[in-house]
T-cell receptor, first 113, second 115 residues
Framework: KQEVTQIPAALSVPEGENLVLNCSFT??????LQWFRQDPGKGLTSLLL?????REQTSGRLNASLDKSSGRSTLYIAASQPGDSATYLC????????????FGTGTRLQVTL | DTAVSQTPKYLVTQMGNDKSIKCEQN?????MYWYKQDSKKFLKIMFS???????INETVPNRFSPKSPDKAHLNLHINSLELGDSAVYFC??????????????FGPGTRLTVL
């Protein structure tokens, strides 16, 4: 059974800092890994999708890496801004006939002025 | 131009009632999903439909019945609501039913409160 863990559970950083969020999963038989952000009371916004054959993906100030063999992914946020404050979720899609996402527990990020 | 929309946004009802949540996507996707986010913010898949066919059913009580009238809509009907059904329900869609290119897009959620 796939289990996804995110560390830390919460993080507070001053504006401008670079930061790393961690995601680990127990079953390496995945199709892909997706990073989302969730603002309070809102839905999920897809940030990045990394296919199982890829090592990393970049979008603006965000860079996600994937090490499938060790069951780890990191989300790097450069030059953090108060608008980055949200909960960040990683989710993996296991190989098989149908795709379902198994979500991590999330990291709640606060970027302070 | 909302990609995945859900109605209602909030739903407050009494225990024992029957209620429905509607979801529509205008992305032209073939696959739609329902996820449940509990009070601890943990998200878990409930159902998935591909071209109106059920492909995932994650041991959800049979009081929950999804219905897909066409591939752009996936509704969730809940009978005999219980206190434990209180949660935020998210609808999602994706172009494909599986594979490495399968990116899922989520709706804004429906917060269900059962009193």
């Amino acid at each position: 059974k796939q289990e996804v863990t995110q560390i830390p559970a919460a993080l507070s950083v001053p504006e401008g800092e670079n930061l790393v969020l961690n995601c680990s999963f127990t079953d390496s038989a995945i199709y892909n890994l997706q990073w989302f952000r969730q603002d309070p009371g809102k839905g999920l916004t897809s940030l990045l999708l990394i296919q199982s054959s890829q090592r990393e993906q970049t979008s603006g100030r965000l860079n996600a890496s994937l090490d499938k063999s060790s069951g780890r992914s990191t989300l790097y946020i450069a030059a953090s801004q108060p608008g980055d404050s949200a909960t960040y979720l990683c989710a993996v899609s296991r190989t098989g006939t149908a795709s379902k996402l198994t979500f991590g527990t999330g990291t709640r990020l606060q970027v302070t002025l | 131009d909302t990609a995945v929309s859900q109605t209602p946004k909030y739903l407050v009802t009494q225990m024992g009632n029957d209620k429905s949540i509607k979801c529509e996507q205008n992305l032209g996707h073939d696959t739609m999903y329902w996820y449940k986010q509990d009070s601890k913010k943990f998200l878990k898949i409930m159902f998935s439909y591909n071209n109106k066919e059920l492909i995932i059913n994650e041991t959800v009580p049979n009081r929950f019945s999804p219905k897909s009238p066409d591939k752009a809509h996936l509704n969730l009907h809940i009978n005999s609501l219980e206190l434990g059904d209180s949660a935020v329900y998210f609808c999602a869609s994706s172009q494909l039913a599986g594979g490495p290119y399968n990116e899922q897009f989520f709706g804004p959620g429906t917060r269900l409160t059962v009193l």
